[in-house]
């Protein structure tokens, strides 16, 4: 006779995680693309060349927002965060693919979010004009106290439904968005920009955006691994104010073979 196994204890976690599992991305990858409009199948040859023109086309493509040259490459994350990141990172749909583990198809694990004492808990001021701002002590005991207490009453809800046989469909319903999932993350660097200019903070973005914090975390480690991959593109979109380029390359070629 075997024991059945004892159900697992709630964790809780104040941090995210992303690991860049596949990539196809590269500086490279940009200039072929916008050379291809003179140069033809050339375009491959020019790569190498000179490397100080690459690296002002790629510049003036940022600056003038020809965007089609930065979506031939490819990066795949692995993120773990709160289901609520991600409800709001699946607002971006274009250029951008997801795939979720299933509260169908699998009992899902006690792992919750609480903010760590770094998260500024209140928020002051106005809808469109507010700041967030530190808590006292009082206020993360308070905060911490009542998500874990509500997670595990939840997630004790949850395990006695699938005890007396509810489908894990319905017994999910009971727990809450501060649970952590798992994704695959597909996008190219011009999808990417458009993220990381709407979902963080950054002294250089001429446009201000003010992302909810845990998202935040999300970007900026996707980030990161961009940088490391694409370091001209990645500086280039710092020093052209973080604003994604949106428009076609064939001016941009014509200015390059014309203009130098």
């Given at each position: 006779?075997?024991?059945?196994?004892?159900?697992?204890?709630?964790?809780?976690?104040?941090?995210?995680?992303?690991?860049?599992?596949?990539?196809?991305?590269?500086?490279?990858?940009?200039?072929?693309?916008?050379r291809v409009s003179t140069a033809g199948e050339q375009s491959l040859e020019e790569v190498t060349k000179d490397p100080e023109?690459?690296?002002?086309?790629?510049?003036?493509?940022?600056?003038?927002?020809?965007?089609?040259?930065?979506?031939?490459?490819?990066?795949?994350?692995?993120?773990?965060?709160?289901?609520?990141?991600?409800?709001?990172?699946?607002?971006?749909?274009?250029?951008?693919?997801?795939?979720?583990?299933?509260?169908?198809?699998?009992?899902?694990?006690?792992?919750?979010?609480?903010?760590?004492?770094?998260?500024?808990?209140?928020?002051?001021?106005?809808?469109?004009?507010?700041?967030?701002?530190?808590?006292?002590?009082?206020?993360?005991?308070?905060?911490?106290?009542?998500?874990?207490?509500?997670?595990?009453?939840?997630?004790?809800?949850?395990?006695?439904?699938?005890?007396?046989?509810?489908?894990?469909?319905?017994?999910?319903?009971?727990?809450?968005?501060?649970?952590?999932?798992?994704?695959?993350?597909?996008?190219?660097?011009?999808?990417?920009?458009?993220?990381?200019?709407?979902?963080?903070?950054?002294?250089?973005?001429?446009?201000?955006?003010?992302?909810?914090?845990?998202?935040?975390?999300?970007?900026?480690?996707?980030?990161?691994?961009?940088?490391?991959?694409?370091?001209?593109?990645?500086?280039?979109?710092?020093?052209?104010?973080?604003?994604?380029?949106?428009?076609?390359?064939?001016?941009?070629?014509?200015?390059?073979?014309?203009?130098?």
């Amino acid at each position: 006779m075997t024991d059945t196994p004892e159900p697992a204890k709630p964790h809780f976690r104040s941090d995210v995680t992303v690991e860049l599992v596949k990539s196809a991305a590269g500086d490279a990858d940009v200039l072929f693309a916008a050379r291809v409009s003179t140069a033809g199948e050339q375009s491959l040859e020019e790569v190498t060349k000179d490397p100080e023109r690459s690296k002002g086309l790629i510049n003036f493509l940022m600056r003038d927002r020809h965007g089609s040259p930065f979506e031939h490459n490819s990066m795949t994350f692995f993120i773990s965060a709160p289901i609520f990141v991600f409800r709001e990172f699946m607002r971006h749909r274009v250029g951008w693919s997801y795939n979720e583990e299933s509260g169908r198809y699998r009992e899902l694990e006690p792992v919750f979010y609480v903010p760590g004492t770094s998260r500024k808990l209140v928020q002051q001021g106005r809808p469109g004009k507010y700041e967030f701002v530190e808590g006292t002590e009082e206020q993360y005991d308070v905060t911490t106290r009542a998500m874990e207490e509500s997670y595990r009453a939840s997630y004790e809800a949850y395990q006695e439904m699938l005890a007396k046989g509810v489908a894990r469909e319905v017994a999910r319903a009971v727990l809450p968005v501060g649970l952590f999932s798992s994704m695959y993350a597909t996008c190219n660097a011009r999808s990417l920009m458009h993220f990381l200019g709407l979902r963080t903070q950054h002294e250089l973005a001429k446009v201000p955006s003010f992302p909810q914090r845990e998202i935040e975390m999300v970007g900026e480690q996707m980030e990161a691994h961009w940088a490391r991959l694409m370091p001209l593109t990645h500086a280039a979109f710092n020093k052209n104010g973080r604003v994604r380029p949106i428009g076609g390359v064939r001016i941009a070629a014509f200015r390059e073979v014309h203009l130098g």
